[in-house]
């Protein structure tokens, strides 16, 4: 009995010195370390290549070197619209029309 009573008494002493290494050894008492926040996934804006129309006025665009059609996917963003001067994205609610050459060119 006496020798149960030790090993309790023992086990109750390392209880709480096991709960605290859990934790950096190195912080000051009472830290808490900031909650790390997910990151965002990040979706690069497709590189508008080519804009092709057939004679019955259906097009497609070349974005990153594949070929997509109105409704389809590509890096996480929807084709919305496709005609002979824009390819118009969309993702989130939000759109980004692309364009073959740069309008915002100085000379």
């Known amino acids: 009995m006496k020798l149960l009573n030790s090993v309790l008494v023992l086990f109750s002493l390392l209880l709480p ?3 605290l ?3 950096d050894p190195t912080a000051p008492l009472g830290f808490t370390p900031p909650k ?8 690069r804006l497709p590189k508008l290549d080519a ?10 665009a070349v974005l990153n ?9 590509i890096n996480g963003y929807i084709v919305s619209q496709i005609n002979e001067e ?3 994205l969309s993702r989130g ?8 050459f740069n309008e915002q060119v100085v000379e």
Do not use: E, H, P
């Not at 804009?51 to 497609?60: N, Q, R, V």
């Not at 594949?66 to 409704?71: E, I, L, R």
């Open 17 to 19: 010195i096991t709960s």
């Open 21 to 23: 290494a859990s934790g």
């Open 36 to 43: 790390q926040s997910a990151k965002a996934k990040v979706y």
């Open 51 to 60: 804009i092709l129309c057939a004679t019955d006025g259906i097009c497609s």
């Open 65 to 73: 070197g594949k070929n997509v059609g109105k409704g389809q996917n």
């Open 86 to 88: 824009r390819v118009t």
């Open 93 to 100: 609610g939000k759109r980004w029309a692309l364009t073959v």
